[in-house]
């Protein structure tokens, strides 16, 4: 890769781009909420979040009607 000087210098340029356009990075939830699977600052689905939180588990009896 180095002897395409080129391509090298596109990639940096990009992922130059891809810091500079994250504002904030994910980090776990902190004290007291470490066994939830779920970090600050992230993106997720619905369907993610309530597996995160074991919501509808049959395990746990819960029931997921009623969820929009």
């Not at 992922?15 to 992230?42: E, I, N």
């Given at each position: 890769?180095?002897?395409?000087?080129?391509?090298?210098?596109?990639?940096?340029?990009l992922v130059k781009l891809g810091v500079a356009?994250?504002?904030?990075?994910?980090?776990g939830l902190g004290a007291g909420l470490q066994?939830?699977?779920?970090?600050?600052?992230?993106?997720?689905?619905?369907?993610?979040?309530?597996?995160?939180?074991?919501?509808?588990?049959?395990?746990?009896?819960?029931?997921?009607?009623?969820?929009?």
């Amino acid at each position: 890769m180095r002897g395409y000087q080129l391509v090298c210098s596109e990639i940096r340029q990009l992922v130059k781009l891809g810091v500079a356009a994250s504002r904030h990075a994910a980090k776990g939830l902190g004290a007291g909420l470490q066994h939830v699977p779920l970090l600050s600052h992230a993106t997720y689905r619905r369907e993610e979040i309530l597996a995160a939180l074991q919501y509808g588990s049959l395990e746990l009896g819960k029931n997921v009607q009623g969820v929009a």
